[in-house]
C-alpha cells in the first residue's frame, strides 16, 4: 500500500481527494492537512509514502514548504496548482526543489475530480521515484561541452523523451550541448499548462535556442523544440531539412504528447540520421519508438537505472532491445555529440 497524506486548504479538496485515492486499492490516504504546519506534524507522526501538495495555502506557501521540506525531510510530493498568471513559472521552481510531479488542478475544488486518473498515476510514480536531499545552496551552472568541430550537421537530429524526474534530467543535459549541437525535439509529460514555462526557463540557462514548438518550425544546428502539453510532436522531412508537425489526436502509450509519436516520426523521417534518447520516468512510452528508431539505423541510447529517478521507461526499452548505449546522466550530453561527430565522420569519409 502506498500511503498518502494530502496537502490541501480547501476541505472539498482534501474531500475528494481522499475519495478518489481511496478508490484505488494500492492506495490508503492516511491523513489530511490544511496548511504546512498541521502538515509538518502529520509527516513526523504518520511517516507517509508521498505527500500531495497545493501551492496556495495560508500561513506558509506550498513552494516555501517543499524547499523546508527537501532540505530536512525528502519525500516524494505531487505538486497540485492552480493555473494562475504566475501558474508555469511555480510549477517549475516546485519542480527544481524536488517535487516528482506537477499536476494542474482545474478552476473549481468541484470540478478536481477530473484529475482522477493523473493523480492516481502519479502518485504511484512518485512512490517508485528516487528523492534525494537537496542542499540549500543551487547547484553551480554546468558549462557547456566544447562545440562540436567543423563536419556539418544539418542532417542529425536528436530525439529525446522523458517523464518523471525528466525536468531537472533535461535540464542537466541541456546546459551541457554547445550552441552548435543538433537539432533537438524533445517530449517531456507535462500540463499544457507548464510547457512554455519550462522552455523559456531552459532557453535562459542554455546555450541552444528553446522554446514550445509550434507547427511547421524548421530543426536546425541550435535549436530545442518543446512538445506543448496535450499535443503529440512529429519530425517531417523536407528534402534535406527537417521541420516539426504539432497535432491533435488519441493518447498514445496512454499520453500526449507521446514519446512512442515522437520517435516512430524519427524512425521515418529521419533513420540513420537520428539519435534517440529515452530518460527516467514511469510507464513504457518510448521503448517501441525507440526500437523502431534502432530498426531504422538511429543510434539509440538510455539513461541508466543508477541515475533515473523512476526506472520504468528505460527498463522497458532495453529489455525490447531498443537501446544500444545505457548512460549515467552526467555523460548523456557527451554521448550524444560523440554519436553525432562520429556519424558526421563517417559521413564526410563515405564522401572522400
Known amino acids: 500500500m502506498i500511503r498518502v497524506l494530502v496537502v490541501d486548504d480547501s476541505a472539498v479538496v482534501r474531500q475528494i ?31 507517509p509514502d508521498v505527500l500531495t501538495l497545493d501551492v496556495e495555502m495560508p500561513r506558509m506557501d506550498g513552494i516555501t514548504f517543499l524547499g523546508k521540506l527537501m532540505q530536512h525531510f525528502p519525500l516524494p510530493v505531487v505538486v497540485v496548482s492552480s493555473v494562475t498568471e504566475r501558474g508555469g513559472a511555480t510549477a517549475i521552481e516546485a519542480l527544481r526543489l524536488g517535487a516528482v510531479e506537477v499536476l494542474c488542478k482545474p478552476g473549481t475544488a468541484y470540478t478536481v475530480g477530473t484529475l482522477a486518473n493523473d493523480l492516481i498515476d502519479s502518485i504511484k510514480a512518485a512512490a517508485s521515484a528516487r528523492v534525494l536531499q537537496s542542499s540549500t545552496t543551487s547547484d553551480p551552472p554546468q558549462s557547456p561541452l566544447p562545440p562540436i568541430v567543423s563536419a556539418r550537421m544539418t542532417h542529425r537530429i536528436v530525439t529525446i523523451g522523458a517523464s518523471t524526474g525528466g525536468t531537472k534530467a533535461l535540464e542537466q543535459v541541456l546546459t551541457r550541448l554547445p550552441a552548435n549541437a543538433p537539432g533537438t525535439v524533445i517530449v517531456q509529460h507535462m500540463p499544457e499548462q507548464f510547457t512554455r514555462a519550462f522552455a523559456e526557463r531552459l532557453d535562459a540557462i542554455c546555450a541552444m535556442e528553446v ?7 524548421r530543426l536546425t ?9 496535450n499535443h503529440h510532436l512529429l519530425v517531417r522531412r523536407d528534402g534535406a531539412r527537417f521541420y516539426v508537425e504539432v497535432k491533435e489526436g488519441p493518447r498514445v502509450s496512454r499520453h500526449r504528447p507521446s514519446v512512442d509519436v515522437l520517435f516512430r516520426s524519427a524512425a521515418k523521417s529521419a533513420g540513420v540520421n537520428a539519435i534517440g534518447v529515452l530518460m527516467t520516468g514511469m510507464g513504457k512510452d518510448g521503448a517501441r519508438g525507440l526500437l523502431e528508431m534502432r530498426q531504422a539505423g538511429a ?20 529489455e525490447l532491445g531498443a537501446s544500444m548505449h545505457s548512460v549515467p546522466l552526467p555523460r548523456i550530453a557527451h554521448k550524444i555529440l560523440e554519436l553525432a561527430s562520429a556519424s558526421a565522420r563517417a559521413e564526410l569519409h563515405s564522401h572522400s
Open 17 to 47: 481527494f481522499t475519495k478518489i485515492l481511496s478508490e484505488d486499492p494500492e492506495i490508503e490516504v492516511v491523513g489530511t492537512a490544511a496548511d504546512p504546519y498541521v502538515a509538518r506534524e502529520k509527516i513526523a507522526q504518520l511517516r
Open 211 to 217: 522554446s514550445e514548438a509550434c507547427n511547421g518550425d
Open 221 to 229: 544546428d541550435g535549436r530545442v523544440l518543446i512538445a506543448p502539453g
Open 299 to 318: 543510434a539509440t541510447l538510455t539513461q541508466d537505472a543508477d541515475t533515473s529517478v523512476v526506472y520504468g521507461m528505460p527498463r522497458e526499452a532495453v
